[in-house]
Nanobody, 123 residues
Framework: QVQLVESGGGLVQAGGSLGLSCAAS????????MGWFRQAPGKEREFVAGIRWSGANINYADSVKGRFTISRDNAKNTLYLQMNSLKLEDTAVYYC????????????????WGQGTQVTVSS
């Protein structure tokens, strides 16, 4: 089992950057494949990025490719999401998640979720 806590959200102007962190408790973090998801008001939760437990494989949603970077530090039990060139449509609550499947984009494939952190992009 793993507990996840996101941080780093906030208000940023369009075109700006923001970095999110997801701190995991427990010694099993390094065995989990991880993902970032987001959910805007009135919309379904959508996949943002995923990373293999080893960090060797990564995938992104088309909407963030080239702007967002997912990474992890297994020694620090932490997952990261660096967000650059932010757009108004990136406004959402961002969640990190842990699960057994590699690079899964469906939220149903993740067992553990953080509480989320709000990212608001203003014009």
């Amino acid at each position: 089992q793993v507990q996840l806590v996101e941080s780093g959200g906030g208000l940023v102007q369009a075109g700006g950057s923001l970095g999110l962190s997801c701190a995991a408790s427990g010694r099993t973090f390094r065995s989990y494949n991880m993902g970032w998801f987001r959910q805007a008001p009135g919309k379904e939760r959508e996949f943002v990025a995923g990373i293999r437990w080893s960090g060797a494989n990564i995938n992104y949603a088309d909407s963030v490719k080239g702007r967002f970077t997912i990474s992890r530090d297994n020694a620090k039990n932490t997952l990261y999401l660096q967000m650059n060139s932010l757009k108004l449509e990136d406004t959402a609550v961002y969640y990190c998640a842990a699960g057994p499947y590699v690079l899964a984009s469906d939220p149903i494939n993740y067992n553990y979720w953080g509480q989320g952190t709000q990212v608001t992009v203003s014009s």
